[in-house]
């Protein structure tokens, strides 16, 4: 991943934690979007419902779901955030 990325994805979080761009669980694709390991994987189609996406062409293969930077969970954890 790029620096940008990563300095982006911290602003993000610095300003709007708890989400999951601060989250341990997620890892980041680009600056808006990631996946969220603290689920099991699933199907490729049903990876991409968070991020609003009803329908695409290019199906995602199987892995985990993918949330958008500001979704949150009842599972977030930051170790860091005071
Ligand atoms: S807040 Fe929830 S959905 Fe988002 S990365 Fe953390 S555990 Fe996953």
Sequence with gaps: ?????????????ASHNPCCAGCD????????????LRTAPVAGPD???LLGIVWS??????GHIMTPR????????DEVMP
């Excluded at 990325?5 to 602003?11: E, F, G, N, P, S």
């Excluded at 500001?70 to 954890?77: A, D, K, P």
């Design 47 to 49: 990876r991409i419902g």
């Design 25 to 36: 669980h997620w890892r980041y694709i680009n600056s808006v979007a990631g996946e969220c």
């Design 57 to 62: 062409s290019a199906q995602p293969g199987p």
């Design 1 to 13: 991943m790029s620096r940008r990325t990563d300095v982006a994805v911290l602003a993000y979080a």
């Design 70 to 77: 500001g979704h949150v969970c009842s599972e977030f954890r």
